[in-house]
């Protein structure tokens, strides 16, 4: 079973190849146009997706010393993403899959996310909850099988990934912020500056009263001392991130508690942060969860999970059609 599998929900353009469960290659192309924006440009980053699909798909492949004809099939991300970058990827896999008369596979980007546990040991066992945390999406997901996933709890407004980039650019932090904001935190006081944690009822979140509270903290600040961001940074950037990794896991610690569940996983583009693994290990050791935490290249965007996913719906036979099209919104 080789399966390549393409990843190109945003802004990193990914190919990865998978041969019986064993993971060959896995190359990513970053787009670094969109750092002079301050964020991602959809538009600009369906253009570059055009421009690193082949040579990232040729790179992955010859990575795996695989030759094409070799392939079992072709997975992509369906979605959820931006609509131009979803055109690429799954235009170029429904074009491949159709030259060599191989079946095609659909993806959920998020789905992936939880499965990237799945890449190498250890593996969490059925039923896991994961937190599912990146720039678009904050989940609290209880995992019953590879393909059997409910979610628990999710934001009602902004995810935590926007929080911390938004904090980051308050704070006159360069794109991306949010890896900046966990830099600074590492050498500040988290405790130097008290920030308001949002109460949702359940599971669910709400990240957009804090991001309002941090705006304010900082103007009457800086209208007091202008030089208020420059001379505390590190205890700002320490202060945000504590308030949000606290806000995560109290949720966490709860679901935890309401299903009697005590194998915990975090994934996606956030659980690569320094301040939630740390809080996370220390929470679980506490309550005697066993703790996944992934590897950095695992966290962030990649086809790597794309084709974790996809192998488990190969075993299924669950493959899709020619006529499948990109889902923006797709939901869990």
């Known amino acids: 079973m080789n399966i390549l599998a393409i990843e190109s929900s945003c802004d990193e353009t990914s190919a990865a190849v998978l041969a019986n469960g064993h993971l060959l290659s896995n190359v990513i192309a970053t787009q670094l146009i969109h750092e002079q924006y301050g964020g991602v440009v959809p538009e600009l980053a369906s253009r570059a997706h055009q421009q690193h699909i082949l040579p990232v ?167 007091a001392n202008p030089e208020f961001i420059a001379g505390n940074l590190a205890d700002i950037c320490a202060s945000i991130q504590h308030t949000l990794v606290q806000m995560l896991l109290t949720k966490l610690k709860r679901a935890a508690r309401e299903t009697g569940i005590r194998e915990i996983a975090i994934a996606g583009g956030v659980s690569a942060n320094s301040g939630l693994r740390t809080a996370l290990t220390q929470l679980g050791q506490e309550q005697g969860w066993t703790v996944y935490i992934p590897r950095f290249e695992y966290c962030t965007d990649n086809a790597a999970m794309i084709a974790m996913a996809a192998q488990f719906k190969y075993e299924q036979g669950d493959f899709t059609a020619q006529t499948v099209s990109p889902m923006p919104r797709m939901s869990f």
């Open 57 to 223: 798909v040729e790179r992955a492949l010859a990575d795996a010393n695989l030759p094409k004809n070799e392939l079992s099939a072709i997975a992509f991300t369906r979605g959820p993403g931006l609509l131009g970058s979803l055109l690429v990827g799954t235009s170029f896999a429904k074009a491949m899959a159709l030259g060599l008369n191989i079946p095609l596979i659909e993806v959920n980007h998020m789905q992936a996310h939880v499965l990237a546990h799945f890449i190498e040991a250890p593996r969490p066992a059925f039923p896991f909850l994961c937190l599912t945390v990146s720039g678009g999406h904050t989940q609290i997901v209880r995992v019953d099988g590879p393909l059997d996933m409910t979610v628990l709890g999710q934001t009602l407004d902004d995810a935590v990934g926007e929080a911390f980039d938004k904090s980051a650019k308050l704070l006159g932090l360069p794109y991306p912020g949010g890896p900046l904001i966990d830099k600074y935190a590492q050498v500040g006081n988290p405790l130097a500056f008290k920030f308001p944690m949002s109460e949702m009822a359940n599971l669910d979140f709400s990240f957009s009263g804090i991001k309002t509270a941090i705006m304010y903290f900082l103007r009457d600040n800086i209208k």
